[in-house]
């Protein structure tokens, strides 16, 4: 039977060479398209899920409009952040970041361009589970001027030597950085880089008391079981008790002005009617975790690209419809042989 079989594909090879062809090339390469959108989307929706605290991290996302130029972006002012667990009792702790850009470092008259140095407060192990392999994760970005280096780093910077209490040279700082730790490469999966970490209050600017002066990303770790709704609606009180009297000077000062008679209207947001519109929500959690930075209006949660579906079982059942589709397509050629 088999050879009969074997016989038998051999001559319809024969006979339609281009058509078998075709349709063994059509499968492979649904499959393989099908592999490679799993990969794909399997990568996705893995991001930042490597944090044990993933579930109580937001990002604060501020929603603004100026005139016409609308903002939408993870900025926050510095000073933000030690004012929330003061505020919001849901609130466990924060971390402010500030990503430096490209930054010449040296080491022994030695020089390098860091593209992914960021600056961090000291809560940042408190937040991401990036494992410590050297130093004390408590005191690590405790006081200015210190510096945790990421393995592949060090190992560039220093070889075999060990980095700890080495100092290195930032940018234009003139004073030096101490390193104070070593941590594990940040995951490729993780909607930020870092090679090295600096202590945040290092910035001139950590301790900007202007609640308009939004420049930094700010995450807050919220206490167990608290709801990021009951946070987010507390934003419009924060903002008037504190954006709203820095608003209010800008209105005096004759930056902007309201038509209607009326410096400044509280309804979800605090705004001049046609000139200034200022609000902020939570980004975050564990739902749609994925977005490297991007924000979109409303409450939402890092999206991924396949929105409310697993991206597995998407990727699978592409892969499956592929295969059926090949098998209704070669029967279909089977049973026209066999009535021929």
Known sequence: MFNNLLKHSIRSFKRQRAYIIINILGLAIGIACSLLIS??????????????????????????????????????????????????????????????????????????????????????????????????????????????????????????????????????????????GIMEDVPSNSHFNASMLTSFMTNPRSKDPQWMNNSFSTYLLLKPNSSHTTVDSKFTDLIVKYVGPELQKYVQAGKTKCTDGNDLFIAGNLYCSTGIIWSYFLYGGTEDKRDRGKESNGIVHYRYLHRNLKGSNHAGLSFRACIMARNILLCRKMAGEFLL
């Open 39 to 180: 990969l794909y989307v399997i990568n996705e929706a893995s991001f930042d899920r490597y944090n044990l605290k993933k579930d109580r991290i937001f990002r604060i996302i501020l929603n603004g409009k100026i005139g016409e130029q609308e903002i939408t972006a993870s900025s926050t002012p510095a000073v933000m952040g030690p004012t929330l667990p003061k505020e919001f009792p849901e609130v466990e702790d924060f971390l402010r970041m500030n990503d430096v850009g490209p930054t010449v470092v040296e080491y022994k008259q030695q020089f390098f361009t860091d593209n992914d140095i960021m600056q961090a407060d000291s809560s940042f192990f408190n937040f991401f589970t990036i494992p410590v392999m050297k130093g004390d994760p408590d005191n690590l970005l405790n006081s200015p001027h210190k510096v945790v280096l990421s393995e592949s780093t060090a190992k560039k910077l220093f070889g075999s030597e060990n980095p700890i209490d080495k100092l290195i040279k930032i940018g234009s700082d003139t004073t030096r950085f101490v390193v104070t």
